[in-house]
C-alpha cells in the first residue's frame, strides 16, 4: 500500500490521527497532516483505509497493489 | 415529478424526538433536490442524499451565506440570532485563502495529540460531575448535570475565561443560535454584551501577555500583518465559545439518550469497551437531531446529481438525513456500535469542516467511558418515546435526558 496527502485539501481535522497514529501525524504550527510512514506494514492497511474513508477533505490517497 | 411540484415546510415535523422525520426516506429517494419553505417564508433547497451534500460540502467556492449575499433568511423578520441571521459583524473570512489562513492559525490548537494531552484532565472534570449529580440522587438530568458543564469547563479552560460566568455564556450563546426562539431586540441587545465581555477579557489578557489559547493568537498578532485583526479575535474567540459548548453538550445528551433507548447497545458497550470510539462515531451519524441543518450559498452554478442549481440558490444540507443514507451506509437505519468506516456528516466536510472535532470526539469518549466505569447501571428514566426535542434553534438536542442509576 502506498499512501499520499493533500496537504493544500486537508483541513486539520484530525481523523487520520486518531485512528492511525503510527501513519498521520499533524504539523504543530497549523494542523495539516504529516504523513510518517508513505508505505506502512500490513498490520495497519486496516486503520488507513478507515482514516482515508473518513477524512473530512479526502485528502489521503491510497494506491494499494494488495 | 418535477421539484417544484411541492413545497414542503422547514424544519420537518418529527412525531418522536429520537425517530427520523417521515419524509427522509422519500425525499432522498424520489426528490433528493427538493424545495423547501423556511420559517421566514423565503425558499430554500433541500439536499438529503449523502453523495450530493458531500461533494457541495466539499466545493470551496461556497460558503455559509453572509448578510450581503441577500440569501434566503432563516428566521423570521424580527427574530434571530446572529448565526441565522450571517450578520456581517462576525469578522471571521468566510472563503478561499483567507478563511484558510485564520483555518490554519486557530487550527494547531485543536489537533488530535493536543486533545489527547486534556484527556486526564477531562475525566477528572467528568468524574466531578458523576459524583456530584449521584450526590443529588436519581432520577437525574444527565444533560444539565454532565453534557452541559464538561465542555463549558473544557473550553473556558482552553480560552482562559472563567467558567463561573458559564451561565452567562449559554444564554448569550442560545441567543446568537436563535431561529425563532427570541426577538431580534433580544438577540441584538445579548451580542452588545457579549461584545462588551469578550473585548473586555482581550485587553486584560494583552496586557497580562497570558499564555491560554487567547493569549496566543494575541501574540501571533504582535507582528505588522501577522496573525488576526483585533476584530478578527474578537470573533474569534466568540465563536469558539459558541461552537465550543451548545453543540458538543446537546450531543453528549443525545448519545447517551440513544444508547441507553435500546439497553442492549449499553449491555454490549459494558461488555467491550474497546467499543467506544466506534460507538461515539455511531451516535453522530444516527442523531437524527442535527439541528437545522447547513447552509450554503451558490455564488455560481452548481450542478448536484446531475441537477444545475442557478447561482444565488440557497441551499440546506440535511446531514442527518444524508446520514440515514442507505446508499452510503449498510443498514442505515440500525444502530451498529462497531461501524467503520463511520463516513457521517455530522462535522460536515471539505474546508469549513468542524474545526474542533478532535476535541468533540475526545469530550465525547471520556464522558462515555467515565459513565460505563462509574455507573455501569445506568438507564433512562422515562421511556425513549417521551424524550422532548428543543425547538427554534439552530442546534438540535433533547431538552432534558432523565436518568437513573
Ligand atoms: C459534537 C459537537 C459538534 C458538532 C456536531 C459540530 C458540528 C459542526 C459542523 C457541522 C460544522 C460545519 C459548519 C459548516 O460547514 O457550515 C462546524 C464548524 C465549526 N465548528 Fe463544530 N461541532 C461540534 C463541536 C465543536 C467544538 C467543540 C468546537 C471548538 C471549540 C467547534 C468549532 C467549530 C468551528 C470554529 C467551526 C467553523 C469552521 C469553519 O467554518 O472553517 N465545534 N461544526
Ligand atoms: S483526516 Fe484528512 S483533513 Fe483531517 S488531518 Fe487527516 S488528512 Fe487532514
Known sequence: MKVTVDEAKCCGAGQCVLIAPDVFDQR???????????????????????????????AIRLDSDD | MSHNDQVLSYPLHYDTALEPPKEWEQLRGQCPVATIELPSGDRATLLTRHEHIKTLLADARFARPTAADNAARVAPAGS???????????????????????????????TAKRMAALRPSMTATTERLIDEMVQQGAPADLKAGVGFPLPVYVICDMLGVPADDRHRFSRWSDMMLSVTR????????????????????????????????????????????????????????????????????????????????????????????????????????????HGFGLRRFLTEDAEVGGQVLPAGTTVLCGMSAANRDESAFDQADQMDLGRAPNAHLAFGAGPHSCLGQALARTEMQVVLETLLRKLPTLELAVPAEDLQRMEGLLVGGLREVPVRW
Not at chain 2, 446572529?82 to 468566510?94: C, E, K
Not at chain 2, 485587553?203 to 501577522?226: C, F, P, V
Not at chain 2, 496573525?227 to 453543540?247: K, N, Q, R
Open chain 2, 80 to 110: 434571530g440570532g446572529v448565526a441565522a441571521t450571517g450578520d456581517s459583524s462576525l469578522a471571521i473570512p468566510d472563503k478561499g485563502e483567507p478563511h484558510q489562513r485564520w483555518r490554519r492559525l486557530v487550527g494547531k490548537y485543536f
Open chain 2, 182 to 289: 427570541y426577538s431580534q431586540e433580544e438577540t441584538h441587545a445579548s451580542m452588545g454584551e457579549f461584545v462588551q465581555y469578550m473585548s473586555g477579557h482581550i485587553a486584560t489578557k494583552r496586557a497580562n501577555q497570558a499564555s491560554d489559547l487567547i493569549g496566543m493568537l494575541i501574540k501571533e498578532s504582535e507582528g505588522e500583518g501577522e496573525g488576526m485583526s483585533d476584530a478578527e479575535l474578537l470573533t474569534t474567540a466568540m465563536g469558539l465559545l459558541v461552537a465550543g459548548h451548545e453543540t458538543t453538550a446537546n450531543m453528549i445528551g443525545k448519545m447517551v439518550a440513544m444508547l441507553l433507548a435500546d439497553r442492549a447497545r449499553w449491555e454490549r458497550l459494558l461488555a467491550d469497551l474497546s467499543l467506544v470510539r466506534a460507538a461515539v462515531e455511531e451516535s453522530l451519524r444516527f442523531d437524527v437531531n
Open chain 1, 28 to 58: 504543530d504550527d497549523d494542523g495539516i497532516v504529516i504523513l510518517l510512514d508513505a508505505e506502512p506494514a500490513s498490520d495497519q492497511h486496516t486503520a488507513v483505509r478507515e482514516a482515508a474513508a473518513v477524512c473530512p477533505s479526502a
